[in-house]
């Protein structure tokens, strides 16, 4: 009798099943902090949407669970494997099918990464505006975790930029939903319900994405504060101006020092200004003509100067671009300097305040520590959490409890993965937590998609 990976082996070849020791550790984990790897028992690439269909319903037959793996950059433990199960990997489904440029629309498989797309519709004078910080991350991890990034201030996350999917089912059926529209008013939206979904309702086996045009000119300013209340109280100022920055980050001065020495980032900020910032407020700002970003820098700047600000930079194109690099790769230095956790909470934009105010307090009592920065124009806190002891579990349920006490939510675009769904369950009204089981029932009766994310 043919063992399950035999099976898979009749859908997609030999070549493309791998079991047991024969699958590396990267497999195993994905970039969050905590919790050990996994090693799968079964590795899978599928090369098209039918044999992804094809290989969930052998899963489904084999009781064997199954977590869908783009680049493994998540950082909630949501690709980790389950023992015993299956990974499917996406790596052989990473083509770009279309550009469309009259509808302004891509369709990708899954597997491209942000950096493929960039590349490909940059000729095109076309951009995807979703700019989460790790350019290898892949479209069908973005779907599922619904992204965010720096320019979410702007144009959206993930959620506002995905048209449509082709999506594979647990029973086996393929579906289409949405497609190259911007607007639809027919029926339940389940293009909505799969992105975010954390690979646990459908597998995204297509995506058609929004595109905008590339600005053509742009700037980058950075601005100095006492401390991060004034920073937080800045961004009302700059978004009431009508504005609209592409990117409004917030960065506290131990992250700056920590980005300044792992990236050997030289920004020219005067000495004086930088022993007496607690805090710095990152502005980015494009325009078509030349002369109007001009203006919006001047009007910027001297709303901000009558506002409180240390000083003013605006960044040259060389300082500016390698500013936002070392943001993205923020994480790397708080893992570098031996962060226990990242969290990526999100509240009420007016409330971050007293969102830092409270969780400095309750870290204080844990003798913890909190550095970070975060997409201030959302009020998504991306805090590294130093807590090495076993207190740590009880300080991030304590903090995700004022963000929800304040109107937010545990995780504003990394996900809950393996790693936050305990928390999630403990702190969710059961009524909205039964209507998450029923819907997760009627996508995936077997359970069989990435069980123990999002529902324990
Ligand atoms: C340095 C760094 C910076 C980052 N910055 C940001 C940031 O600014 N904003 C942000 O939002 N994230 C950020 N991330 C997190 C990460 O890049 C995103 O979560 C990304 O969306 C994960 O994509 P992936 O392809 O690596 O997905 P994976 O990690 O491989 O998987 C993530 C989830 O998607 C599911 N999945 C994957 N493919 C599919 C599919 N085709 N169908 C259904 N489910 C699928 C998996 O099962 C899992 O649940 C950062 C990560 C790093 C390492």
């Not at 070392?326 to 999100?346: M, T």
């Not at 009420?348 to 970070?372: K, T």
């Not at 300080?395 to 545990?410: R, V």
Request: a negative charge.
């Amino acid at each position: 009798m043919a063992t399950v990976a035999e099976k898979f082996a009749t859908i997609v070849g030999p070549a493309n099943v791998l079991a047991g020791d024969r699958i590396g550790p990267d497999y195993h984990h994905d970039e969050a902090l905590v919790g050990p790897p996994q090693a799968p028992r079964y590795l899978v690439y599928p090369g098209s949407a039918e044999e992804t269909a094809a290989l969930l319903v052998m899963a489904s037959d084999a009781g064997v669970p199954v977590t869908a793996r783009g680049s493994g950059t998540g950082l909630s433990g949501a690709c980790r494997p389950v023992a015993d199960g299956l990974v499917l990997s996406f790596e052989r489904m990473a083509t770009i099918l279309e550009i469309d440029v009259d509808n302004q629309v891509a369709i990708v498989q899954p597997g491209v990464t942000l950096a493929a797309l960039e590349e490909a519709t940059r000729p095109y004078g076309l951009m995807y505006s979703v700019f989460p910080g790790e350019q290898s991350a892949s479209i069908g991890g973005n779907v599922a975790t619904n992204a965010g990034g720096m320019r979410a201030v702007r144009y959206g996350v993930t959620r506002h930029n995905v048209l449509g999917l082709q999506a594979a089912l647990a029973s086996g059926d393929l579906i289409r939903t949405g497609g190259k529209l911007t607007k639809v008013s027919t029926g339940y939206d389940l293009t909505q319900l799969i992105i975010g979904s954390e690979g646990t309702l459908a597998l995204a086996t297509e995506v058609t994405l929004r595109l905008f045009p590339r600005p053509a000119h742009s700037a980058t300013l950075m601005v100095a504060f006492d401390d991060l209340t004034a920073v937080m109280a800045a961004v009302p100022t700059v978004l009431r101006t009508g504005v609209a920055p592409s990117i409004l980050e917030y960065l506290d001065t131990r992250t700056l020092d920590a980005l300044s020495q792992a990236q050997g980032l030289e920004l020219g900020i005067d000495p004086t200004v930088r022993s007496a910032a607690q805090a710095y407020l990152v502005i980015g700002l494009d325009n078509r003509e030349q002369d109007r970003l001009d203006a919006d820098i001047t009007m910027i700047g001297e709303l901000l100067d009558n506002s409180g600000s240390l000083d003013i930079y605006v960044l040259n194109g060389n300082s500016a671009r390698l500013l936002i690099e070392a943001r993205d790769k923020a994480f790397w230095s708080a893992k570098a300097a031996h962060a226990d956790e990242i969290l990526d909470v999100v509240v009420p934009r007016a409330s971050m305040p007293e969102f830092f105010v409270r969780a400095e307090g309750l870290a204080r009592l844990s003798n913890a520590h909190l550095a970070g920065c975060g997409h201030a124009g959302d009020g998504n806190v991306h805090l590294a959490v130093f807590c090495p002891d076993d207190d740590r579990e009880h300080l991030l349920h304590s903090i995700f409890s004022i963000a929800l006490e304040l109107g937010g939510a545990i995780s504003g675009e990394h996900g809950l993965g393996r790693i936050k769904t305990a928390h999630f369950s403990a702190l969710t009204d059961p009524a909205n937590l039964a209507l998450m089981r029923r819907i997760k029932d009627s996508f995936d009766p077997a359970g069989i998609l990435n069980p123990g994310v999002i529902l324990d």
